[in-house]
């Protein structure tokens, strides 16, 4: 079955790096996501990777995959209190072109 | 190029009462697709439609919930005789014809219903 899970709380100074952890259980996802979501808005992609990934860096994001332990973790370099927001990470599987996504981590940032 | 659009963006209903909800898609954009973000959870899909067909509605309840996407017109998601368990934030997501590539859904800003 389909299951995306995530820690819930995450808390960093400005400046500092975060990284967000994310679990899933389908061997056979062959996208991962991460999307942000801001408060009373709807999410946007941040960015994605592919299963025969390793890593993908995109500006201050750093997303690595362990497929082995299918592990999927979003670094975000020099954290900014405009990165506070709700993190959900998402999984869609070979040919299939809805998602799943975990409960989502909510990254504070203090100043 | 405008977003995905929905609206409204809040609806309050009664027990029992209908609720409508309605998603215009990206200019261009030929998929729709549902997901329901209860409190505190992450979101779940209900339904994806492509112009005038449901292709799965594997994540819709049984009953009571029905979509649809027009040849003209917004897509909609109808709940008939709401109850307080479907309080929740309703999201439509858009991507554009083709294979259905699953990096290029985007989403709405949402309707946040709630029963009482």
């Known amino acids: 079955g389909e299951d995306v899970e995530q820690s819930l709380f995450l808390s960093v100074r400005e400046g500092d790096s975060s990284v967000i952890n994310c679990t899933y259980t389908?061997?056979?996802?062959?996208?991962l996501y991460w999307y942000k979501q801001e408060p009373g808005a709807g999410l946007q992609l941040l960015t994605y990777?592919?299963?025969?990934?390793d890593m993908k860096q995109d500006q201050r994001l750093t997303v690595l995959l362990n497929k082995k332990d299918k592990h999927l973790s979003l670094r975000i370099a020099d954290t900014q209190t405009g990165d506070s927001a709700i993190y959900f990470c998402?999984?869609?599987?070979?040919?299939?072109?809805?998602?799943?996504f975990g409960k989502g981590t909510m990254l504070l940032v203090s100043p | 190029n405008a977003g995905v659009m929905q609206n409204p963006r809040h609806l309050v209903r009664r027990r029992g009462q209908e609720a409508r909800l309605r998603c215009s898609p990206m200019?261009?954009?030929?998929?729709v697709y549902w997901y329901r973000q209860l409190p505190e959870e992450g979101l779940k899909f209900m339904v994806y439609?492509?112009?005038?067909?449901?292709?799965?509605e594997s994540g819709m309840p049984k009953e009571r919930f029905s979509a649809e996407f027009p040849k003209e017109g917004p897509s909609i998601l109808r709940i008939q005789q709401v109850v307080r368990g479907d309080s929740a934030a309703y999201f439509c997501?858009?991507?554009?014809?083709?294979?259905?590539?699953?990096?290029?859904?985007?989403f709405g800003p949402g309707t946040r219903l709630t029963v009482t």
């Open positions: 439609l492509q112009k005038e067909n449901i292709i799965d």
């Open positions: 997501a858009s991507s554009p014809p083709g294979q259905g590539s699953p990096y290029e859904q985007y």
């Open positions: 990777i592919f299963s025969n990934m």
């Open positions: 998402a999984e869609s599987l070979s040919g299939y072109s809805t998602l799943t």
């Open positions: 200019k261009g954009h030929s998929h």
């Open positions: 389908d061997s056979s996802s062959t996208y």
